[in-house]
């Protein structure tokens, strides 16, 4: 999963090609060798892959999330102990969980 997003962002950030249809993250798919590439790009299309996002959005929305990436950092049962908006803020959710955080931005995390 983390090959495939880098590779989109890439295509569309680095390169300013699209990744809107289903054909150009197939292409994707396949240039990484991702087995059943195809298979896995028209389940994008099935009422269960979509009911799954419908239900992880309201979810969202109704823990307050109002962009991407939301974060929910919960204890070992599940209790919301902190939300957190926006990559940047990584370090500073490493420092929460008391772990180390190996990303870019390491000079953020004294700033928490």
């Known amino acids: 999963m983390e090959d495939v997003a880098r590779a989109l962002w ?31 790009v028209m389940m994008s299309d099935s009422a269960e892959v979509k009911n799954i996002l419908r239900e992880n959005t309201d979810e969202a929305i109704g823990n307050g999330c109002f962009g991407a ?3 929910h950092i919960t204890d070992g049962h599940g209790k919301v102990l902190q939300t957190v908006f926006g990559s940047d803020r990584l370090p500073q959710v490493a420092d929460f969980l008391a772990e180390p955080f190996k990303g870019p931005m390491r000079e953020k995390k004294q700033n928490a």
């Open 10 to 40: 890439h295509r569309f950030y680095a390169y300013g090609k699209p990744i809107f249809t289903k054909s150009q993250v197939a292409e994707v798919l396949r240039d990484l060798h991702v087995k059943n590439s195809e298979e896995l």
């Open 69 to 71: 990436p939301w974060m």
